[in-house]
């Protein structure tokens, strides 16, 4: 296995579970002489982290950046940048009573499968504290991109059902659920918080803007820049879907409606997401996630220990009834990680 | 770039042109032994050829398989195998008025883009013929399945807004939009049929079902089942979107309705469509893929050429009005590869 | 496995066996824009080529270029380019009697273990023949070099015991055995016919010298500049050793001797052979390599058939009594192969 | 750059510089259920460690082993082993004279030139503290390879000039400079000594022996079982060459003589070096490295500062005047590397 990998010039390496003494990445392919400290890393890891609101878990993950290698004088050397993030208020005996049962949602059963053995603590690996290294590595490429004029943003569309109707991007930031229509977000906060008190949780739709890409990147026929997008927010644990652009509406379109015309001053429409044939156009590249509900609940639920017997089980623990306000930064980092790689594999095509 | 590669154990590499002398793959990693001959591989091209019905292309890209190497009296030597398929019926001169244009919906702009120049001829590399060498490679990942008791299965579950209401395995190849409901499959016919009379097109969205996957498969954290799967169909250049189990539904369930139960027989639901953690969970992988309208077509469209100068464009050429009914041998065949190589690599894993 | 392919921005994929249809490559990232024409890869293949004279193979394996895909209007496309070198004069009805044997030197018993199954004529995969492709392929590298004014040229140093003592890199190309000394090349011929005569083989050395390479080429700490150029030469079947600058001599040096010093002009000796901490200095890239003698001799040997029945055997055939002559362009092509490579990965690094 | 990472199943990451705060490694791919603590790590680090002894540098350099993910309950899950080693007893300022200054036989210069700037504190990532990762990772792998048999010994068999001419493997971990002879090892060391009281620095040559390997290893045609041990070799610091069996001997020998011949007991002799067409023949595997002359001596040397200046220089520190007794154990590790990698590739081509 080495699928703890990810991009090929600007190449991450994760490591860490849960409940053991750090989650961590090796980013492999940074630019030397990219100007980089702690502290604008540590603006993307405080919007990941959880206990920053009403909607999010009560847990206590302070997430201090720790900056390993890779810098000198601040600035990254290009050899290896590696990062370490200390877990913190572990609680590894809240999970004694589920060691040996196969949680609903949850990859309890399939890491058993798949590696014969598991740490069931906190989930171990699968734990959604894995994407904490994510966060770390998308922000050093994001301060890549950052010097090419590009920008990723992403916001909350819908929750459990309600759906944003306007979007106002200065808003983002100014809910806790990260959603961009001051309307709908006291909806979803309510939602949310409903959702909870009765040991329920739900999902939601998280969509990304890629401002400022060039045209011409993306690496066909396998490594499109779309493809690897979906790779990227797939590979994230809660998302079971992606589209861009007009998405699954394009499935009920005609070529006439869905083809973007182009005019002197450039594409007239964007149904395409920016990205055509796998590059990009220079348009603004639009994509969206589905977010499953968050697995732990409290409602009891049927479900077998790993000796086959039948059990009820309530998840206990601190979790996020929904993830999607934790889910953005996650995404954002993916998608800064996928364009950085694609920048520089264009540099080396043409070099 | 090396975007032309595709997988890590069994690993394929495709090549050639829409107008160019042929297309075809590499595949490296083919079982040594295995018993393969064109003619199985044969069955897979002629799903996929244009030419198969009024709803389809009328071009006659009829692919005879040619193995070229990497196989010994009728068995896989283990050496890279290589299939080339021929272009035949080729009409570069179609294409003579839009070598400096820009047609709305194909990758003529972003090809130029990122290249500086490009094979203007059928969209040179961006064409949708490239889909032939993955066909070829996808029915010797699908020898290899069959022999675990894998089966993958594709079809069009709606097309230009017309969904399927009943699912009839049987019925899937019994008519030439391969859906699987026989009350819908004539209405899709003939929606397609009126927009093609129109110079219009339209898309739809396909399902593909793979049975048989042990439970254990997959790559966590980035290279998890979903996630491969999703990078394999989003790099079909048709695909606009993807959604695995209850997809995008999922972001409107509830945990308590979402997470998948298990009694002692196994899962009591499949709304993770199989994967769960990026790994196989032993019940169906479920996916839908939302396939846009052919770009490709006769209505007048506006557009600029290469020196900037707007135009109204016509596309001629002998196009699908729709793609799903060809698409989904594209469809099953990268599912095959994904499943075959995660196979691999979790035996490495093991060893 | 997937050891078919080499490099990873300049990335090709090679296949075909000795007595298939072809053997051939796609190459994966070449410079969009690169003019290139069969012709100039036409002049490496028939540096390589059998039949060139009384030292070398009486076989006939003219390798008539032809490029597949890639170029259009004499030009690289930027997608892949393959080129297909078809088996001519082939007599696989000469391997009849070794098919159930081990011959000594040969790949035979080892590819029997690893694939359980083989091709037998002309020793399949395993072929000199294979690495025709590689030439090919290093022929489109070298064109991109150059472009950037680097140049590489390799000449057999020593062949049976007989070394150089001068170097005259016009004298290279003017002697059968490509021998940079005027003096020691006829006493070389001399050797070689005398052991072809009596059926016997020798081996020899091969030296590389790549010139200007800027410096600062090289991907530390694993992907060093010398460390790829090693793989790619150990990956030549005759291959049994590598050295760079004063290589095995270095191990008999002191520091105060093998450390090369500088002053304003540069490097005042090139004991490194141009590489210092896996990355180039400017100075010539300086290597050597070992060849083992021919495995094909007609004097008999011992060994065993497939069942373990011990047999003394002869090895029929045209074999080079010595492969030195025809080894030098394919050490070029993959000096080409590893430089080109590493300039893409460098250009990537700071993109 | 993603040089940083090394084998595809059995794939290791390292990060960190001299004078960081640590190097480490991440390790993903390590066979769920192996046992394995950070004391049988320990053992090779200990090996490795400066001031063993008179003849290594006095450096305090104890590496303690932390294990920080990837084990639970003593057992790998399966998931990315992570190993930290921190930094200690580091003197920054003993480099302060030297921070724009080019050391001879030092990647000072290659670094500046590759990165446009360069931690030049002990060598930064260039410093072979960066094997201590390296040596770390190889003990995991050798675990591995322990419960299939397989045993990997390297040993010191010249220093400066100084040839054992005898073998007795027990000898080797008995004398300071690792060699398996006793009679050659005490002029081994006082060749050494009396360099170090010149302040000057010798080389030597390492021979490593893997047994226990099936016959059937190694990926033809580009990773191939000796050219991935060749570029492990080539990309530890020193090492600036490696012969397999008879190596640049096989040079000067006939076909006659180099062939291996078998009976049925297997192979009558092994100029091969146990790899014959890239795979494992079953015989013992035998390579042997070319090690230069430590690049850091105290006598006077003529460079250049970075502003092009001339200077006299003396590299002061606390430097190994002979590396070979060290380099054992970093070569020991890349072939337990190499080994461990390419059975888990066998293993996945066979699924």
Do not use: W
Not at 10 to 34: K, N, Q, Y
Not at 69 to 78: L, N, P, Q, V, W
């Amino acid at each position: 296995m080495s699928g703890n990998s990810f991009g090929e010039r600007f190449r991450i390496t994760t490591f860490g579970e849960s409940h053991g003494e750090a989650v961590g990445v090796i980013i492999d392919g940074v630019t030397p002489g990219l100007t980089i400290d702690e502290a604008y890393i540590q603006i993307q890891m405080d919007r990941r982290k959880p206990g920053q609101s009403s909607v999010t878990s009560p847990r206590k993950e302070y997430d201090h950046v720790h900056i390993v290698s890779g810098i000198y004088e601040g600035k990254a050397t290009g050899t290896p940048m590696t990062i370490v993030l200390y877990n913190k208020d572990m609680r590894p005996e809240a999970y004694d009573d589920i060691k040996h049962s196969f949680r609903p949602g949850h990859a309890d059963f399939t890491y058993l499968q798949k590696y014969g053995l598991r740490d069931h603590r906190g989930s171990g690996r699968a734990s959604g504290r894995e994407t904490a290294a994510r966060v770390a590595a998308g922000a050093v490429a994001r301060k890549l991109l950052e010097q090419s004029g590009i920008s990723v943003v992403a916001y909350t569309k819908e929750i459990g059902g309600i759906a944003s109707t306007s979007f106002n991007e200065q808003e983002i930031e100014r809910n806790p659920v990260r959603a961009a229509d001051p309307i709908a977000a006291p909806k979803m906060i309510e939602k949310i918080e409903h959702l909870a008190s009765i040991g329920d949780s739900c999902g939601g739709v998280v969509e990304c803007i890629i401002r400022g890409v060039d045209p011409g990147i993306g690496e066909p026929v396998f490594d499109k820049l779309d493809a690897e997008l979906a790779k990227a927010m797939i590979s994230i644990g809660a998302v079971k879907g992606i589209e861009f652009g007009a998405g699954f509406e394009a499935a009920r379109m005609q070529g006439s409606e869905h083809n973007d015309p182009m005019n002197a001053d450039g594409f007239l429409s964007n149904h395409a997401g920016g990205i055509i044939g796998g590059i990009s156009t220079g348009a603004d590249i639009v994509f969206r996630v589905a977010v499953k509900p968050t697995s732990s609940i409290s409602k009891p639920q049927q479900t077998i220990r790993e000796n086959g017997e039948e059990q009820v089980i309530v998840t206990r623990g601190r979790h996020d009834p929904c993830i999607c306000p934790r889910i953005v930064p996650v995404i954002e980092a993916m998608a800064c990680l996928v364009v950085a790689d694609q920048i520089k594999r264009q540099a080396a095509l043409h070099a």
